[in-house]
């Protein structure tokens, strides 16, 4: 099985930035895509942002330009800066990883348990 753990989140003002982070454990042989998705309240849960284990990196559109995703592939970690936060982009934020847990097994796909952010006008 496999954990993801994240932490980061709070309550900003417009313009303001915040930092997530994720921490994966468990049975890890391979991490391929780890990123970011968001769900606000009454709206599906999007992509935000997405990177291999090779750095190509997704954005939404909405986030272009504002938002840094990086990863630690050593340490199976990934972490988003967000500046030049908006109201609209309150939401609370999942962590996902795509994951080998072992050579012979096929990928599958976790998410964490979810950290709140909410920017204020």
């Known amino acids: 099985q496999v954990q993801l753990v994240e932490s980061g989140g709070g309550l900003v003002q417009a313009g303001g930035s915040l930092r997530l982070s994720c921490a994966a454990s468990g049975s890890i042989f391979n991490i391929n895509t780890m990123g970011w998705y968001r769900q606000a309240p009454g709206k599906q849960r999007e992509l935000v942002v997405s990177i291999t284990g090779g750095g190509i990196t997704n954005y939404a559109d909405s986030v272009k330009g504002r938002f840094t995703i990086s990863r630690d592939n050593a340490k199976n970690t990934v972490s988003l800066q967000m500046n030049s936060l908006k109201p609209e982009d309150t939401a609370v934020y999942y962590c996902?990883?795509?994951?080998?847990?072992?050579?012979?097994?096929?990928?599958?796909?976790?998410w964490g348990q979810g950290t709140q952010v909410t920017v204020s006008s």
């Open positions: 996902n990883a795509v994951v080998k847990s072992w050579a012979w097994s096929p990928f599958n796909q976790y």
